[in-house]
């Protein structure tokens, strides 16, 4: 890329329709920096104190000197307790001080901006009053890739029309009476543009994963999963009945080596052949913010007939150079990915699943799966604004509005990226992806991180323990295509702040240095 | 016949054994020890080797030709192209007491709208303000910035309409209950679960991994049998028992009977027998009771005593999610542990902005409306049961029946034709549909549901239509 384009792109990017910044080879270096020692020394220490205190505050709780602030049961005494105490020592004495720092309720469209319901606590984050205040953030937390997520435009006006002439819901299942027009119609366009046989919606995304892995494998069969997958996967495939083997992240020689051994010893105890083998994968890993490795991942299938189920979440919308997901990044044939799952609920700033691929699998889904003969099926208003985002990437429009958003995040996830590792923070993942994690290790640095970039108005998510490895706490910031590049050299401005306050620009491959306007 | 043995002979050999004696007495000790191991090796390796098992290791070329050799089952089984679920009727247009078919109106009976609040012009003239004001998704999960105000709003007013401590809202209603059971029963703990749930509970119960105790439909006597065998095993082993939690699940009206539980018994048996209830109200909210609020108010019961209700919000409400209600202490421990909750995103805001207005609805239009809703059903089912030929199963202000062939004339093949007569009358009824793994399959019946603006010759027609098909089908 060219200095004078980037520079251009830097002024007004309405001008640049038609160039793609993302480059044309797909790169396959991700970068995962090993954690410092004295980062490591101090987390650990950090969670000692915690659990110290911990013991402490639940013996001052138990002798009744200090008051208990949670609920109590309210059963006569005979019932086995709930939830055991161990449980939750780690919600009252480690989450529970951090609390804040979650479920903070919006008031607004969470589009690039943000407005949060001002919150107090008296009693040390155990109960929350609202001041009745609003706060107006930089929103870097809502997946919201493509920045569909209005409350005005055309897009509003089809779905409020909608409303009017279909109704919310149909109030029947799929099987029965809850298909309209309109279902059809979203399927025929998502085939259309994931260039599939045919496709399924439903209507939440995890019971898509949940209620289908079930159908498509069972007793007899394998499965073979990525270790950071995602919980609705995980679900899927224990309801499944299915012998599940875990493979270490993005490890293709594990994988090889487990099918390997798998077919060769068959069957646990009667060593039967496999009925079926599949593998189960992720197209952007939304913790890692990794990407998989797709065309490694097709070579094995073919080469072990095994079968490929892609769960594309967060990279449809958000990846490649139609935005068709990491199989047009990669540029591989759709046809050689067994079963394309992916979520309305990221970029189509909507909600619902659905599953793509050939037609005989998408009719054995119509009539076996849990979804189409108990659960109702989509709100018709949700439909409509799928399509109309769908007619967009699919780029019938003169405007081509759907291109400028795919090649507005590209642009934005690169600058950020970039600019962030300047800085030295400690970034992992994919430089393509749009999910940019910064290692902050310590849970007293993810609760100061997140409240101080909330004083500085920028609205972030930050993670630990147990969505994420117990030592590597993190913040998450999601990019989006309606952030312009003044707001996101505002927070970027802002997290260089908070990273020297938290002396969290340490990382050793790329220490920070300053940044200049005209570097690309 | 001669003996061949001679007097001499015996000598000699009587002298052979001797010198052998003798020769054993000088022969050097080495010998003797060597010809006892012997023997006794001979003993051991008859007698008492296990026999060895043969080390398969095989080589890189074996394993090669194994990969090779492998050919997996296709990934789907072919399918009958005449399948019911892949022949659905496409509808157009709002699907309300009348849906359009073919180009014609014709009387719905099939869909769940209890209270007819599909196409409601307040409910939707709700959800328009809410898409101005939020879009229409949330873009997140509820710990990440996806709770919404409105959220907030309608957990509260559930809570206070139920007059419980806490409401917790989810984003479909198949996941609701699917995602509560395994929130609080682990392996080690006890389910009493009725024979005749449906399939959500069944997948939860499941994905729980917990001992199950089915017990007969609506068979207190046989809960009772279970509970008392329960807590045989419990006095042998009581320090066991201190740590294995128990629950009762059940529905408050079963979607796939009809029927209301006898929950009055089950909360004496309670405090006997120590376990809690969770009772899945997805059918029994919004149209029994006197204000509707449930099987609770139907049997004038402390909701106090029951732990946990849930329901769906795609019934009676008209919405699309689910719901439950309890103490604090008991729906707390959801937000953090329960999959559906914490790992998905949350319900589009004008979803939970046309619950709102129909908990409005409900609120103000109380008790008229559901005795309404209750008297009708009653007057429907006299209506049913005096057609010859049919069974009706269900309660009497049931508004959800199930529909029969009397006799063993039942198949799915004619509820199916029936069913087709009555779409060329204008009305329409739906076969109710499962899947085959289903832990108890019911039998086939045409699944009849009440909408409470259905006035009497309406439902004298529907009778009448019935009537009709049923001298079409077994002529």
């Known amino acids: 890329m060219a200095k004078t384009s980037a520079h251009q792109k830097n002024r007004s990017y309405t001008n640049v329709v038609y160039a793609t910044p993302v480059s044309e080879h797909p790169s396959l270096d991700e970068v995962y920096e090993v954690t410092p020692f004295s980062e490591a020394f101090w987390t650990y220490l950090n969670y000692v104190i915690l659990n110290i205190f911990g013991w402490f505050r639940d013996l001052l709780r138990n002798a009744r000197i200090e008051n208990r602030k949670g609920s109590a049961e309210n059963n006569p005494p005979g019932f086995v307790p709930l939830y055991q105490s161990y449980e939750s020592f780690y919600t009252r004495n480690v989450y529970q001080r951090i609390a804040d720092c979650f479920n903070r309720p919006i008031g607004s469209v969470p589009g690039a901006t943000l407005d949060l319901l001002e919150r107090v606590t008296d009693d040390y984050n155990w109960s929350f009053r609202f001041t009745g205040g609003k706060v107006k953030t930089i929103n870097l937390a809502s997946y919201n890739y493509l920045g569909f997520a209005n409350n005005s435009g055309p897009i509003v006006e089809s779905v409020i029309n909608s409303i009017k002439t279909s109704g919310l819901t149909a109030a029947s299942t799929t099987q029965e009476f809850g298909t309209l027009t309109q279902h059809r119609k979203l399927e025929s366009l998502l085939a259309e543009y994931l260039g599939t046989e045919d496709a399924i919606a439903f209507g939440m995304g995890f019971a898509t994963n949940a209620l289908n892995i079930p159908t498509l494998v069972g007793k007899g069969c394998l499965i073979l999963s990525d270790e950071l997958n995602h919980a609705s996967l995980v679900l899927g495939a224990r309801l499944s009945g299915a012998v599940i083997k875990v493979y270490k992240h993005n490890d293709m020689n594990h994988l090889e080596r487990l099918l390997r051994e798998s077919i060769v010893s068959g069957q646990p105890r009667t060593h039967r052949m496999w009925k079926k083998i599949l593998i189960i994968v992720e197209g952007v890993y939304s913790m890692e913010g990794s990407l998989c490795k797709l065309p490694e991942l097709i070579e094995l299938k073919k080469k072990y007939r095994a079968y490929l189920y892609l769960d594309e979440a967060h990279s449809i919308g958000a990846m490649g150079l139609r935005g068709r997901g990491v199989v047009d990044y990669w540029k591989c044939d759709v046809n050689d990915v067994d079963i394309l799952m992916g979520t309305f609920t990221k970029s189509f700033a909507a909600a619902g699943g659905y599953i793509a691929g050939k037609k005989d699998l998408i009719d054995h889904i119509r009539v076996t799966s849990h979804s189409t003969a108990y659960a109702t099926s989509m709100s018709p208003p949700v439909v409509e604004q799928i399509v109309s985002v769908l007619n967009l990437l699919l780029d019938n429009d003169e405007e081509h509005e759907g291109r400028r958003r795919i090649n507005q995040l590209a642009w934005n996830t690169r600058y950020f990226r970039q600019r962030l590792t300047k800085m030295g923070f400690i970034v992992y993942g994919h430089p393509h992806s749009p999910v940019v994690p910064a290692l902050l290790y310590s849970p007293s640095k993810i609760a100061a991180f997140n409240r101080e970039m909330l004083k500085r108005g920028v609205a972030v998510v930050t993670v630990g323990f147990p969505a994420t490895p117990l030592v590597l706490g993190r913040v998450r910031f999601c990019l989006s295509a309606s952030h312009t590049k003044e707001m996101l050299d505002e927070v970027l401005k802002h997290a260089e702040e908070v990273g020297d306050l938290l002396n969290m620009r340490k990382s050793k491959l790329n220490p920070k240095r300053p940044f200049h306007e005209t570097e690309s | 016949m001669g003996s061949s043995m001679t007097r001499g002979d015996i000598e000699s050999l009587a002298t052979d054994f001797y010198d052998l004696l003798e020769s054993f007495k000088h022969a050097p000790f080495y010998h003797i020890s060597f010809e006892i191991f012997l023997v006794l090796a001979v003993i051991w390796l008859v007698f008492f080797r296990k026999p060895r098992a043969i080390e398969k290791k095989l080589t890189e070329r074996e394993k090669q030709e194994l990969i ?408």
């Open chain 2, 68 to 475: 090779d050799e492998w050919q997996p089952e296709p990934l789907v089984p072919p399918v009958d192209p005449n399948h019911p679920a892949l022949n659905v009727r496409v509808l157009d247009g709002i699907v309300g007491k009348t849906v359009e078919i073919d180009g014609k109106k014709s009387l719905n009976f099939a869909t769940f709208n209890f209270l007819n609040f599909v196409g409601n012009s307040r409910i939707s003239e709700k959800a328009i303000q809410a898409v101005q004001k939020y879009g229409v998704g949330s873009c997140g999960p509820r710990g990440f910035y996806g709770t919404i105000d409105i959220h907030l709003e309608l957990e509260e007013r559930l809570a206070k309409f139920f007059n419980c401590e806490e409401g917790i809202i989810y984003s479909y209603g198949f996941s609701t209950i699917a995602s509560i059971i395994p929130a609080y029963s682990k392996r080690n703990d006890i389910l009493f679960v009725d024979e005749g749930v449906h399939y959500a509970i069944q997948k939860g119960v499941e994905a729980s991994r917990s001992h199950v105790k089915w017990f007969k439909h609506n068979d207190i006597q046989d809960l009772e049998r279970l509970l008392a065998e329960q807590e045989v095993l419990d006095k042998k082993n009581p320090k066991k028992a201190r740590t294995i939690r128990r629950f009762l699940i059940i529905e408050g009206l079963y979607v796939n009977y009809g029927d209301i539980c006898p929950l009055p018994r089950m909360v004496e048996l309670k405090y006997k027998y120590k376990y809690r209830i969770f009772i899945d109200e997805s059918v029994s909210f919004g149209t029994i009771g006197q204000t509707g609020r449930g099987v609770t108010e139907y049997y004038d019961i402390d909701r106090q005593k029951i732990d946990l209700i849930s329901s769906s919000l795609e019934y009676s409400i008209g919405s699309i999610g689910g719901f439950a209600v309890g103490s604090s202490f008991v729906v707390d421990h959801q937000r953090l542990s329960a999959q559906g909750y914490c790992f998905s995103a949350s319900l589009p805001p004008l979803l939970a902005a046309a619950a709102i207005e129909a908990l409005n609805i409900m609120e103000e239009q109380s008790t008229p409306l559901f005795e309404t809703i209750m008297s009708k059903s009653k007057r429907l089912h006299k209506k049913l049961l005096s057609i010859k030929g049919y069974s009706v199963m269900g309660d009497e202000i049931s508004p959800l029946k199930h529909l029969r062939l009397a006799n063993a004339l039942n198949t799915i093949g004619r509820l199916e034709e029936i069913v087709q007569f009555a779409q060329t009358r204008d009305i329409t009824i739906t076969v109710a549909r499962y899947l085959t793994d289903e832990h108890l399959l019911p039998e086939p019946s045409i699944r009849l549901i009440l909408n409470v603006e259905m006035t009497d010759e309406e439902l004298e027609f529907l009778c009448t239509v019935l009537q009709e098909a049923l001298v079409k089908v077994t002529s």
